[in-house]
């Protein structure tokens, strides 16, 4: 599963740059559908000047896998980047229902990079510790026994 952040002012389509997003409407993606999860919603804000208006949309993302919006900083790609999240551009007015589509698609398809990045770090997190591809892993292998 992944979890999807749109920006988005009418809760239907990206419509939104980063930096004056007043609203990002979650998602929760599985290869066969989509949950809504919420919305994030912060107050309009001056745009010079204002930095804390862009660390508190960072940080209330930081559990997503991906953020769908207009137009973006090179700092905050930077910032989101550093936490997992991928910030993709979509054209204006990209309709949320139509961009699931396209990610559940992917999921199930493969061939988008940053879907692939996504799952890949989601099944590492999840694997046991044994299976980890470390010097000593058949030691603790050896250590927990053999069951047959």
């Keep these: 599963m992944l979890k999807i952040a749109?920006?988005?002012d009418n809760r239907t389509q990206v419509n939104q740059h980063f930096g004056s997003a007043t609203a990002f409407v979650l998602y929760d993606v599985t290869p066969v559908g989509a949950t809504f999860?919420?919305?994030g919603e912060f107050p309009e804000q001056e745009m010079d000047g204002n930095?804390?208006?862009l660390l508190d949309k960072v940080s209330f993302l930081a559990d997503c896998d991906a953020v769908f919006?207009?137009?973006?900083?090179?700092s905050v790609i930077k910032?989101?980047?550093a936490q997992g999240v991928h910030p993709v551009r979509v054209e204006a007015s990209d309709s949320i229902e139509n961009l699931l589509l396209d990610v559940r698609i992917a999921m199930r398809e493969g061939d988008v990079p940053w879907v692939e990045r996504?799952?890949?770090t989601k099944a590492k997190a999840k694997a046991p510790e044994h299976c980890a591809a470390t010097p000593d892993r058949f030691s603790v292998m050896e250590a927990e026994g053999w069951e047959g």
């Design 6 to 8: 749109f920006a988005s």
């Design 51 to 53: 930095e804390t208006k």
């Design 118 to 120: 996504a799952l890949a």
């Design 69 to 74: 919006i207009r137009a973006i900083g090179a």
């Design 37 to 39: 999860c919420g919305v």
């Design 79 to 81: 910032q989101l980047l």
